[in-house]
């Protein structure tokens, strides 16, 4: 098995009168296991400006219900920019220029793709998804 | 404003042949602007009785379609213990012990009731959080 880490670093000297600084570590584990994921995806896309909701990652049967990771990341530099990111036809939440995320993805249905949207400029977008298998298309 | 910045770093030597090393931080800033946010929910520690959902993020609270963010973990050191996490009523996934997560969040309320529900898979588990109000 592979040893997979991801840590986030969350640090303010004037957010709060206090300074805030949060560290957490954790590692990729398969869904209710110690044993550590092997596979993994990863691409760089530009998302072209407006239009339909695109499909960033597909979520297949494989992944069912399994403890996958995704990390997508909005590269864009101009702040006024935006990603919508959405999964099962419903928003989740935006990624501004620089902003990125990292959050789990069970796949529920084969429905819960990570879809992706541009409203008002093309965006390059990064992301990684670790997973523990994914249904292939056939050739 | 305030600035505050979210460092992630995803670092593996053999889940590839190569090493896997990647780094991005990013600042925290008010929704189409450079302007550090200046608000935060606060870092909350919440223990769940027993296995109901929670509303853990009440959207009609903070304003649509905004910048925020929501970081989230799992306390719990037991592997199979997670906390399912939906937005807007969509499961997202399951997040185990020891995993955290930082979800871009919409707060809609307009199209969607764009809450933050968790739903734990055993009683008594121990979830930490905090929202950065974009």
Redesign the interface.
């Given at each position: 098995m592979a040893t997979t880490t991801a840590t986030i670093t969350l640090s303010s000297a004037d957010l709060l009168t206090d300074s805030l600084s949060l560290s957490a570590t954790q590692t990729l584990y398969k869904a209710g296991t110690t044993t550590g994921v092997e596979e993994y995806d990863m691409g760089r896309v530009v998302v072209p400006a407006g239009g339909s909701p695109l499909i960033l990652v597909d979520a297949t049967a494989a992944g069912n219900d399994k403890a996958g990771k995704i990390y997508v990341a909005n590269k864009n530099t101009d702040e006024t920019n935006y990603v919508i990111i959405s999964m099962n036809d419903t928003v989740i939440g935006r990624l501004y220029s620089g902003d990125w995320m990292f959050i789990p993805w069970s796949q529920v249905d084969v429905s819960a793709d990570i879809e992706v949207k541009a409203p008002n400029e093309a965006n390059a977008v990064e992301w990684v998804f670790f997973h523990e298998g994914k249904t292939f298309s056939a050739a | 404003m305030?600035?505050?910045?979210?460092?992630?770093?995803?670092?593996?030597?053999?889940?590839l042949t190569d090493e896997?090393s990647?780094s991005?931080s990013?600042?925290f800033?008010a929704?189409?602007?450079?302007t550090?946010?200046?608000a935060?929910g606060g870092?909350g520690r919440k223990t769940t009785g027993n296995t109901t959902e929670y509303t853990l993020l009440d959207a009609s609270l903070y304003t649509d379609?905004?910048?925020?963010?929501v970081?989230l973990?799992n306390m719990s050191v037991t592997?199979?213990q997670?906390f399912?996490?939906q937005?807007?009523?969509?499961?997202?996934?399951?997040?185990?012990a020891?995993?955290?997560?930082?979800?871009?969040?919409?707060a809609?309320t307009t199209?969607?009731n764009?809450d933050v529900d968790i739903t734990p898979s055993h009683a008594n588990m121990v979830l930490e959080y905090?929202l950065f109000v974009g």
């Open positions: - | 305030a600035t505050t910045t979210a460092t992630i770093t995803i670092s593996s030597t053999d889940l896997l990647l991005t990013a600042a800033t929704a189409g602007n450079s550090g946010i200046v935060t870092l379609d905004a910048a925020h963010k970081y973990k592997p199979a997670y399912e996490v937005i807007a009523g969509v499961v997202v996934g399951k997040l185990y020891g995993d955290w997560a930082l979800i871009p969040w919409s809609d199209g969607t764009c905090m």
